[in-house]
């Protein structure tokens, strides 16, 4: 058996050249065959059938090998199993042969790939004992919204009722008082209030637009037993409070090209249970203020002068009150603290990015990964992917292909699950909910691709991922409804290997890849973490895709990283385009506590099989291309039209953070143009025409 691709984190593990077309490894006339296959990948001429009328492939005589046929592509590519199972050099020989069929096109070797990686309370059951009569069903409850203006914020409940006109043979000890919410299973709010009141003020709990039915009743004790009595007939009651902030999309700054002013939807409990309209101002020095208002959750400007930027503010204001949006995003993530490279000085200037656009929820990137498990920090941003291993032993699922792209874990003999598209996908779009990280990106949704399991994957099975994320069509399998602008591939091979076979002059990688970028789609790569040329990792090394390398908290290459080597051709370095924070654990030395260097992210508990949700520490150049993929999500939240070319040329290449003097990436220049910079990039895509 073959080597398959690997997910490139850890300490191991590859992916990508880049951008450039002069591509070093897709021009070889030689074939190094230290990278393993599972079979070939045949494209028949215009009009000539894969099966021929004896059944078997085309072309299966003039390849002199026993070939199986396997899926349909698209695009005319057919993936081809070999009986026997060859090694590289012998399926290398077989595909020569069968390119001499004149019925055949081109042929590629479907190389392999693999990912790798460098608690509820108990109740208290109260007894209810019998006692000889229970008391009559409490009289007239009301329920009524106490808001409360000094506390605007927090929603309260006011309940009030007659003592029932019978205690029946007990003696009354208090009330016992249940509720539902929006109709749901009934809960006991208090067992006994142990006082004869006959009112009770709800307090927390509570969430404003919700609907809460309430009813009491009588508990009461005779001869140290205790008996509840008949509940009150049900009162409703919709507490409401004061709005909150509203969260911009499109960011605190804004001019005439871009005059529309976008935030997140709200709730009704954050629209504080009660009608809210939204007031918009945009102000700038020297210009008079622009105004509008709407019920919605985005509003467009008009009379800003040309050629200035202005600050924006968005106010909800209901009967309850009004809230601003924030002057500047401020991530209340616990963990925030520990995303170096977020904000830190060699970072990729995220947090300062914010104050343009913390994504849109129209934009879809696509996870091309081992898949997903859940996690609160996700589970809001995910939208439906599918699952293209189509090896039943290694998904580890019980099947190939199929709609389901959650992650069952891909440990293996000793080693554990990784985790690994989980953590991707946290790096990208982790949502802003003040309970563990934040992604790049934390607005846009996330779209698990899974293409590896416990044996890694193949190229096969990532042409047919790449080409339904971008909403292209994949034979039997339903088209992709929420197709996605940005892809994310950080796997690779571990070995140097091309992306076309010598003597052809297109691969089946980089076909589908020149679909997706037709298709409107922006895909990202992983440089490789073998401290090699990236220009022999593939499948970054097929053009078109944005190819990141991995640099450490000091700004510099991360120890692992594949780098760029200068094209004898050209004179031109080629591998790495950008690079973006990956983590480095040999550059601690003021990290923040407990990071050791490292990226922290999503992840699960389970050592196999999935348990909790967790967070974790990982590193790798398959963390610093989700970086760099999080940037072109916040790109295509301003404009969502953007090209490719406009992605690089305009936005990322004339903005990186140069490297530091004095740095191995400054000295050799063997890292790409520079350091990723998200709000260099997202302002220049603001200022385009």
């Not at 293209?388 to 709609?403: E, I, L, P, T």
Request: neutral net charge.
């Amino acid at each position: 058996m073959n080597k398959r691709f690997w997910a490139i984190a850890g300490a191991a593990l590859l992916a990508a050249v880049g951008f450039t077309p002069a591509q070093a490894a897709t021009s070889n006339s030689k074939l190094n065959f230290d990278f393993d296959t599972v079979g070939l990948l045949v494209k028949y001429e215009p009009g000539v059938a894969a099966i021929a009328r004896n059944g078997e492939p085309t072309g299966e005589n003039a390849a002199g090998a026993n070939l199986i046929a396997g899926t349909d592509l698209g695009q005319g590519w057919h993936s081809v199993s070999i009986a026997g199972d060859p090694n590289t050099q012998e399926s290398w020989q077989i595909a020569q042969r069968l390119m001499a069929d004149p019925r055949v096109a081109a042929v590629d070797l479907d190389r392999v790939v693999k990912p790798m990686a460098v608690a509820a309370p108990k109740t208290q059951n109260i007894p209810v004992l019998r006692v000889t009569k229970a008391a009559g069903a409490v009289r007239s409850l009301k329920a009524v919204d106490a808001f409360l203006a000094s506390q605007p914020t927090k929603p309260r409940v006011t309940l009030t009722w007659s003592q029932p006109a019978s205690l029946g043979s007990g003696k009354l000890s208090g009330y016992r008082i249940s509720y539902r919410v929006d109709n749901g299973a009934w809960q006991n709010l208090t067992l006994n209030t142990k006082t004869r009141a006959t009112g009770f003020t709800v307090v927390s709990g509570l969430s404003a637009g919700s609907q809460y039915a309430f009813r009491v009743a009588a508990v009461t004790t005779q001869n140290g037993a205790t008996r509840v009595g008949s509940f009150s007939s049900v009162a409703t009651v919709t507490p409401t409070a004061a709005p909150a902030a509203p969260i911009l999309v499109s960011g605190i700054s804004i001019n005439a090209k871009f005059p529309t002013v976008t935030w997140v939807e709200q709730t009704p409990a954050q629209k504080g249970g009660a009608p809210t309209t939204y007031l918009v101002s945009a102000t700038a020095d020297g210009a008079p203020a622009v105004n509008c208002e709407t019920t919605s959750s985005s509003c467009t400007l008009a009379g800003m002068n040309d050629g200035i930027t202005y600050k924006v503010a968005v106010v909800a204001k209901n009967k309850r009150g009004s809230a601003q949006s924030a002057a500047e995003f401020k991530p209340a993530d616990a963990y925030y603290s520990k995303q170096w490279w977020l904000w830190g000085a060699n970072g990729a200037n995220v947090s300062t990015a914010w104050s343009i656009t913390t994504g849109s929820p129209n934009v879809v990137v696509a996870v091309l990964d081992t898949g997903i498990t859940k996690h609160p920090d996700l589970d809001a941003n995910v939208v439906a992917g599918y699952d293209f291993v189509s090896s039943a032993r290694a998904a580890g699922d019980g099947n190939g292909w199929d709609a389901d792209p959650s992650d069952p874990g891909d440990a293996k003999g000793s080693q554990a699950s990784s985790w690994h598209g989980t953590h991707v996908a946290g790096l990208i779009a982790a949502s802003s909910n003040s309970i563990g990280v934040i992604g790049v990106a934390p607005n846009v949704k996330i779209q698990p691709v899974r293409v590896l399991g416990s044996e890694g994957g193949s190229t096969s099975d990532l042409i047919a991922g790449l080409r339904w994320a971008a909403g292209l069509s994949v034979p039997g399998v339903p088209t992709n409804p929420t197709p996605a602008k940005v892809i994310n591939i950080s796997m690779g091979t571990d070995t140097a290997t091309p992306c076309r076979l010598p003597g052809q002059t297109l691969g089946a990688t980089e076909e589908a890849l020149a679909a997706v970028k037709a298709a409107g789609v922006t895909t990202i790569t992983a440089a490789g973490n073998f401290n090699m040329p990236a220009a022999y990792s593939y499948p970054g090394n097929c053009y078109p895709t944005i190819n990141v390398g991995a640099t450490n908290f000091s700004g510099d290459r991360a120890v692992y990283s594949n780098y760029s080597v200068i094209d004898p051709s050209t004179g031109d370095y080629v591998g790495v385009d950008v690079s973006a924070p990956g983590g480095d654990h040999t550059d601690a030395l003021g990290t923040p506590e407990g990071t050791n260097g490292r990226i922290l992210s999503t992840i699960n508990s389970g050592k196999t099989i999935p348990e909790n949700p967790d967070y974790g520490f990982q590193e790798g150049t398959s963390m610093s291309a989700p970086v760099v993929t999080g940037v072109v999500a916040l790109l295509y939240s301003i404009r969502p039209s953007l090209t490719f070319e406009q992605v690089w040329t305009v936005a990322i290449q004339p903005t990186m953070t140069p490297f530091r003097e004095g740095t191995a990436c400054a000295t050799k220049k063997n890292c790409g143009g520079g350091i990723i910079n998200a709000a260099g990039a997202v302002a220049a895509v603001l200022r385009m025409p």
